[in-house]
């Protein structure tokens, strides 16, 4: 491209140049052909002799070629040429030739002009133009030339440069391809388009790399926490068939065993809505909605649960909290917290659900009254499976809070873990949605 610009713009200078000089020599030769025309209407073939003469004698560069002869004869009647030139074929009135001019040959542009029993021939001698115009030409060639030579020369050096801001990248793209995840590109300190294209990729493979090893925690942990249940399930239906008293026990282990294989259904069920949304499955079911009808619909269904247990369920919900997202996926996340502050607060304390309009986002809070988490606990609670410790005496699978940090996500939002009294023991649990305004 570099070339081709180039070459053309020496183009156009060569054209502008030489051309002009063409056109200059034409126009003057076409004005000088008309005066004479003129002055033989005026003068006659005496006349236009005398003009030729004329501008001879003021011709101090000598270009001026001129030739009136008779039409029917070769006498002249004025003029410098030695005689008539042979014009090529086919160039009509407008020609060029080389011509004997003072006894020296001479490359001319010439006019030639019918005039009634006259015939004459009007030019300019074009030896300086066309040297120059060689001139033009060998330098427009060069030129050429050298813009080749530096295109290539800037196209290697650009290949060069590309392929080493580009090296680290082939590198660190082959190590991870032969199994070395922890393999980052290097930097190079610049803040140009290729460290934004490192910062970018790094940031890619850590989130892969943060994706393989929760696949492979969700792999342990489901090997881990459904190989309980099942063997139970089956160490249960084992021993309703070996040792059978009446149809009661039998009935009552199968419904045992229907149980807990509807406890691993929920699990499973569980991972594919997390699955969903931490891929963004469900971003296609976003619309407006109003937030309010949402925390009033699963305060109403978990009300019940907390008074059944003997607890005070509160709840401080503004007007409207207009928001842009999956209700059904909010529904749940709302309802994954109010399930576990009810499942740890004790009888007689008081779960609440509270929501506010802030300058750029939505915040909805649940709080209870339960014993917390510690500090080093938090940091692992949106993991798969993650139970603290006090909670494994609880029912329950440890993907509560994960569906809510995956639904979070999925929103642009924020999820925050706090004590909800902090200068009271056990402090309780106060979790925080962020979630951005439309």
Known sequence: MFASAAIALVAVLWWATAGALDRQTDAAIRADAIALAERWREAGATGLAEAIEERLAVDVENESLYLLLEAEGTR???????????APAGEGAWFRTRVLHDGVAAEARLHRLDLPGLRLIVGRDESEREQLRRLLTEGVLW???????????????????LQTRMRPVFATTAAIAGGDLASRIALSG???????????????????????????????AIAHD???????????LEDALSDVPDEAALRAAVEQGIADLDGISRIFQALLRIAEAEAGARRAAFAPLDLVP????????????????GQHFATDLPERLELVGDRDLLLQAIANLLDNAIK?????????????????????????????????DRAH??????????????????????????VVNLHAGELRLEDATPDRTPPG??????????
């Open 76 to 86: 002249r009647l004025a003029g410098n040429l030695d005689r008539w030139p042979n």
């Open 143 to 161: 030129a050429s030339g050298a813009v080749v030579l530096f295109a290539l020369l800037g196209a290697w050096m650009l290949r060069h440069a």
């Open 190 to 220: 610049r803040g140009d388009e290729f460290d934004r294209l490192a910062q970018t990729l790094n940031g890619m493979l850590e989130r892969i790399v943060t994706l393989m090893e929760g696949v492979r925690g969700v792999s342990d």
């Open 226 to 236: 459904l190989r309980t249940p099942i063997a139970r399930a089956r160490a249960k």
């Open 294 to 309: 949402v925390l009033a619909d699963a305060a109403e269904i978990y009300e019940v649960a907390a008074e059944a247990r």
């Open 344 to 376: 740890f607060t004790p009888p007689g304390g008081t779960v609440t659900l509270a929501a506010r309009l802030l300058p750029a986002a939505i915040e909805v809070a649940v709080a209870d009254d339960g014993p917390g988490l510690v500090p080093e």
């Open 381 to 406: 609670a949106g993991e798969r499976f993650f139970r603290a410790d006090k909670a494994r005496a609880t029912p329950g699978s440890g993907l509560g809070l994960s569906l809510v940090q995956a």
């Open 429 to 438: 649990l106060r979790v925080v949605l962020r979630l951005p305004k439309p």
